[in-house]
Structures are given as structure tokens and as C-alpha cells.
């Protein structure tokens, strides 16, 4: 085994773990290395981007590896494991539906099923929108801190009055949706539509895809939003359960 690569992947991995970038010292005293060989480590993340150097000196990962990992996502089957069941709740919701990843800095759809309505949110398979302002993309985010981090290092675009732009709000607005387990966009995209999502787990790891509902307000009452919300928080598990997430106490 290659002792180099080993120290390296290592220290990718417990990089991409950390909720907070990091200095060569800590990164030093982490693996009991030499500052000078904690430096090499991620100066050769550096040069492959998988790893930025911030302005104050330390480091945090890039998106290639979510990108990477997004390009064998793809390739898993989790997608028509969720079909029928997105299936299912557009027919007792009659609203559109969908599921949904991030890729790069925007949230992706990959399966999108319309409303029976003849006014409705049109979304598209391959379709994209902003994570900070969508139910499906604050969910997300919130699932996967590193990538939050990424993202909220650069100015956020407002769409409506509700949108949220200052870093500092977005990052407690996640900590919410994380903490409920569930997120509900209100008009922070577009104007007049409000939708609910939650999150899909893997046996491997947390948030990889979400499970979300939109619709137009003037529809969608308060106690019809709950009951969304609780739809889609049911399949969402459901849909976890089946890709071998166990949920620990």
C-alpha cells in the first residue's frame, strides 16, 4: 500500500468531513505529520482542485469531488427506486413533484412528474435552480455543510423580497432545515409559489438527493402545506429505507 496516497486520501476525506476549513498546523497535528508534509498534502490537492486555499491562508475542498460523485450517482439506481413513489404522491397530491441533487452550485432535477392542474410550476428533468432559495436546494445545503460553505462564499443572487442573501442568515436558515428535517420554500424563488422538501438518505451518507412538492400559493393553504410536508416527509423515508439507510437513535 502506498503510504503517500494513503496520508493524502485521508486527509481529503477528513477535510470533507470537517464543517470548518483548515490550516496546515491543524491538519499537521491531526495526523501527527510535519507542518512541511501537511503543507505537500494539500498543495497537491491544490494543484488538482480538489482543495482551495481561502484568504486567510487555510484550506477547505472544492466541488470536484461532489461532481465526481455526482457522475456516479448518476449511474445508481436510486432514481427508479424513487419513481413509483414520486408516482404515487403526484397522484394524492395532484401537484408537481420531484427529485432533485446538487451539482456544482445549482440544485438539478432528475425526475420530475407535472401537476394535473392546468396552472403549474413547470420543471424539467435536467432542469436547474438556485439552492439557497428553493425548498429542495436548502435542504441540501443544509445536508452537506462543505458544499454550504462553498456556495456561501460568494454573493448570493436575490429573486424576490423573501430571498435571503447575507450568508450569516442563509447559514442559520440551514441550520433550521437541518435540525426539522425538512424544508419549505415561500416565495423566496418565484413569486406567488411555495413548495416543501425532505431529504433522501443512502446507507453511505445523508442528503443525497431530496424529495420535494411544488405548488402555487393561492392553492395552498397553510394546513394543505402541513399535510404536504408530511407526504413528502413519508416518502422521503420510505425511499431511504429502500437505498439501505437505518436510522440510528
Not at 39 to 52: F, Q
Not at 62 to 87: C, I, M, S, Y
Not at 134 to 163: D, F
Request: glycine share 6%.
Amino acid at each position: 500500500m502506498d503510504k503517500t496516497a494513503v496520508k493524502l486520501l485521508r486527509a481529503f476525506e477528513y477535510m470533507c468531513r470537517e464543517e470548518r476549513p483548515l490550516g496546515v498546523s491543524a491538519l499537521a497535528e491531526e495526523f501527527e505529520l510535519t507542518k512541511s508534509n501537511a503543507h505537500r498534502i494539500l498543495r497537491t490537492l491544490v494543484s488538482m482542485d480538489y482543495v482551495s486555499q481561502l484568504e486567510n491562508g487555510e484550506y477547505m475542498p472544492t466541488l470536484k469531488a461532489w461532481e465526481l460523485g455526482t457522475l456516479v450517482l448518476n449511474r445508481l439506481d436510486f432514481v427508479q427506486t424513487a419513481r413509483p413513489h414520486l408516482r404515487k404522491l403526484n397522484t394524492d397530491t395532484g401537484e408537481s413533484v420531484y427529485l432533485a441533487t446538487l451539482k456544482s452550485t445549482a440544485v438539478v432535477y432528475l425526475d420530475v412528474l407535472e401537476s394535473r392542474y392546468p396552472i403549474r410550476i413547470n420543471a424539467t428533468i435536467g432542469g436547474s435552480g438556485p439552492p439557497h432559495c428553493s425548498a429542495s436546494g436548502k435542504l441540501l445545503l443544509a445536508y452537506n455543510p462543505a458544499v454550504a460553505a462553498n456556495y456561501l462564499a460568494k454573493p448570493l443572487r436575490k429573486y424576490t423580497a423573501k430571498t435571503l442573501v447575507k450568508p450569516a442568515e442563509v447559514q442559520r436558515m440551514l441550520e433550521s432545515v437541518r435540525r426539522a428535517g425538512y424544508s419549505v420554500n415561500d416565495g423566496e424563488w418565484v413569486e406567488g409559489v411555495c413548495g416543501v422538501a425532505a431529504p433522501v438518505h443512502s446507507s453511505h451518507r445523508l442528503g443525497i438527493a431530496a424529495i420535494g412538492i411544488t405548488a402555487l400559493k393561492e392553492r395552498t393553504s397553510r394546513q394543505v402545506l402541513k399535510q404536504f410536508t408530511t407526504l413528502v416527509r413519508e416518502v422521503a423515508q420510505r425511499v431511504s429505507r429502500e437505498l439501505g439507510y437505518r436510522e440510528t437513535a
